[in-house]
T-cell receptor, first 112, second 109 residues
Framework: DGGITQSPKYLFRKEGQNVTLSCEQNLNHDAMYWYRQDPGQGLRLIYYSQIVNDFQKGDIAEGYSVSREKKESFPLTVTSAQKNPTAFYLC???????????FGQGTRLTVV | RKEVEQDPGPFNVPEGATVAFNCTYSNSASQSFFWYRQDCRKEPKLLMSVYSSGNEDGRFTAQLNRASQYISLLIRDSKLSDSATYLCVVNRNNNDMRFGAGTRLTVKP
């Protein structure tokens, strides 16, 4: 079955450590996105990528980094520079043309 | 000012009621528009696209007003299962999607 897979579903890290969240899709979508959602709030764009080896900063890119070496994969690294990393992280990809987005099930990151 | 703004609610309505949500966007170059539904602690899922001519899908009707830069969603004959957060999504022409903060709906028996 085609879809977007995020792993892990829950992640705990100590303060000061970098952590990488995985996002893989087999939908052959060109565009991929990372969003952050805090309790009771909407989604805020961290980074997005329209094609392989290219990505742009969203509204809250500080403290995060991404790579897009393969079409299927768009990993997000939460660095120690991110001041408040505890959140629900959602990865999405979109269909060229229609721009409808499909989401992974998300990763809940808790930094203690 | 946020690029996409929604009334956060919550909207608490009885079963069978009609409820409407509005969403405004600030970027006049926005190309496509969507409503997504998000259940508690789950990922958002597409509810419907929004077209300039307006579109309907069963009990749901979406409208777009480009001149005033707002999008609306009307839900008729509300069901308990409609309880969720409804997210307005605006897409610029470069695959840059922006989400509203969402409107929370609770349908009560």
């Amino acid at each position: 079955d085609g879809g977007i897979t995020q792993s892990p579903k829950y992640l705990f890290r100590k303060e000061g450590q970098n952590v990488t969240l995985s996002c893989e899709q087999n939908l052959n979508h060109d565009a991929m996105y990372w969003y952050r959602q805090d309790p009771g709030q909407g989604l805020r764009l961290i980074y997005y990528s329209q094609i392989v080896n290219d990505f742009q900063k969203g509204d809250i890119a500080e403290g995060y980094s991404v790579s897009r070496e393969k079409k299927e994969s768009f990993p997000l690294t939460v660095t120690s520079a991110q001041k408040n990393p505890t959140a629900f992280y959602l990865c999405a990809s979109s269909i060229p043309g229609s721009l409808e987005a499909f989401f992974g099930q998300g990763t809940r990151l808790t930094v203690v | 000012r946020k690029e996409v703004e929604q009334d956060p609610g919550p909207f608490n309505v009885p079963e069978g009621a009609t409820v409407a949500f509005n969403c405004t966007y600030s970027n006049s170059a926005s190309q496509s528009f969507f409503w997504y539904r998000q259940d508690c602690r789950k990922e958002p899922k597409l509810l419907m696209s929004v077209y300039s001519s307006g579109n309907e899908d069963g009990r749901f009707t979406a409208q777009l007003n480009r001149a005033s830069q707002y999008i609306s969603l009307l839900i008729r004959d509300s069901k308990l299962s409609d309880s969720a957060t409804y997210l307005c999504v605006v897409n610029r022409n470069n695959n840059d999607m922006r989400f509203g903060a969402g409107t929370r709906l609770t349908v009560k028996p």
